[in-house]
């Protein structure tokens, strides 16, 4: 099975950017969507498609996919931007699933 | 705006089915979109667990597949889950969530609810 590989925490100063990667076998061929999820709450989409953003989310989002990382940026980082990202595919293979990454917490010193 | 609410028992003893249900308001069921289960044990990540189209068409996580049933009742907007033969390993914050295709972003979420498996 496909198996998407984040790291486990990523720390940034506020105002500082942070890159969350995401590492898989020639993901650069799919779509990747990210989450952030919140303690206690559901998760938000905040990138689909590699690189688009819903309404509603800020443009200090965004994505980016290649080769075998895609890559979250969160510019100009706020405090009510720590919280637990995830990233998603579709693994199209003879039984098709979605598969979604380890997760990365993203702490704002 | 689209809604999406789960509900079922909070609590499920070793062996037996689980069964939530996920009641779609702000949008009917029938006019398109895929609806999904997606599952998160306590302080760990995501799991999809499947999804299903307005017509019944599915697709399921293969490692659940034996045991998952996904449903649809469009006279009544909402979709429902049943896991068989759950254990302490099937406890977790169970979601419903909308998106548009097989390979689509899920768009719109649950709050969730949290299911225990035990005696």
């Known amino acids: 099975s496909y198996v998407l590989t984040q790291p486990p925490s990523v720390s940034v100063a506020p105002g500082q950017t942070a890159r969350i990667t995401c590492g898989g076998n020639n993901i650069g061929s799919k779509s990747v969507h990210w989450y952030q999820q919140k303690p206690g709450q559901a998760p938000v989409l905040v990138v689909y498609d590699d690189s688009d953003r819903p309404s509603g989310i800020p443009e200090r989002f965004s994505g980016s996919n290649s080769g075998n990382t895609a890559t979250l940026t969160i510019s100009r980082v706020e405090a009510g931007d720590e919280a637990d990202y995830y990233c998603?595919?579709?693994?199209?293979?003879?039984?098709?699933?979605?598969?979604f990454g380890t997760g990365t917490k993203v702490t704002v010193l | 705006q689209v809604q999406l609410q789960e509900s079922g028992p909070g609590l499920v003893k070793p062996s037996e089915t689980l069964s939530l249900t996920c009641a779609v308001s702000g949008y009917s069921i029938s006019s398109g979109y895929y609806w999904g289960w997606i599952r998160q044990p306590p302080g760990k990540g995501l799991e999809w667990i499947g999804s299903?189209?307005?017509?019944?068409?599915?697709y399921y996580n293969p490692s659940l597949k034996s045991r998952v049933t996904i449903s649809v009742d469009t006279s009544k907007n909402q979709f429902s889950l049943k896991l068989s033969s759950v254990t302490a390993a099937d406890t977790a914050v169970y979601y419903c969530a909308r998106h548009l295709g097989p390979g689509e972003a899920f768009d719109i979420w649950g709050q969730g609810t949290m299911v225990t498996v035990s005696s």
């Open positions: 998603q595919v579709w693994d199209s293979s003879s039984d098709p699933s979605y598969v």
């Open positions: 299903i189209y307005h017509s019944g068409s599915t």
